[in-house]
């Protein structure tokens, strides 16, 4: 019955700030989902992103990712664990323009996947966005990652190539890879997830869709 990644009454508050960044959030996501994560500019979308990443830590609250307590975890647990278990894919990239693309993904494999075997030796300043997003996409993967999180993984790009990328994380999914993904676009949340938690200053204001059943699930009906 456990969550994949399962997020307990976490708020999130930055030095400084009086509204909290995430406010008593609890969430649950099952092995082999793909839910959005949705809501207005300063909602909390990509801070929850963070949390889940171990990039930002709770003030409060429990965040377990794969049955490990990432919230406790020591600097380099949490490194060992983003190896492990978390893949990231960010709006702008994030790629290393001094080394080529093989260099950036490390893993042949995922450019023949990625249909970008041709660009190996490219440098990713010479690529189109959609290209680029690709190379980032095969990059996240490389570890096999238990969970694939992706922040607004179309919205550097044209609506054409955004279609692109959101195909590829929809047969992603349909492969058995688990995706959260930050996005402004419904319509993009409606095709290629199962369901959409929206945000609004920091709280969950409403959820849609329905959610996979749990591991488990079925033998405890």
Do not use: W
């Amino acid at each position: 019955m456990n969550a994949l990644v399962q997020i307990n009454d976490v708020t999130k508050r930055y030095d400084g700030s009086e509204q909290p960044a995430v406010d008593g959030i609890t969430l649950e996501i099952a092995a082999g989902e793909a839910v959005a994560v949705m809501g207005p500019s300063g909602s909390g979308k990509s801070t929850l992103l963070n949390l889940i990443a171990g990039l930002d830590r709770p003030t409060n609250g429990t965040i377990t990712v794969a049955g490990q307590r990432i919230d406790r975890l020591s600097e380099a647990g949490m490194a060992r664990c983003r190896r492990r278990e978390i893949g990231m894919i960010f709006q702008f990239f994030n790629l290393l323009d001094d080394l080529t693309v093989a260099d950036n993904v490390l893993l042949p494999a995922q450019l023949d996947a990625l249909h970008i075997e041709r660009h190996r030796d490219a440098y990713p300043g010479r690529l189109s966005g959609g290209e680029r997003q690709r190379v980032a996409i095969a990059r996240a993967l490389v570890n096999r990652p238990t969970v694939l999180l992706a922040d607004e993984p179309t919205g550097a790009l044209d609506t054409a190539t955004g279609e692109e990328i959101g195909q590829l994380l929809l047969e992603l999914n349909r492969s058995g890879q688990t995706l959260v993904m930050v996005t402004h676009n419904p319509e993009l949340a409606s095709r290629y997830t199962h369901r959409a938690v929206h945000l609004l200053d920091g709280r969950i204001a409403e959820r849609t869709g329905e959610p996979l059943p749990m591991a488990g699930a079925a033998e405890a009906l």
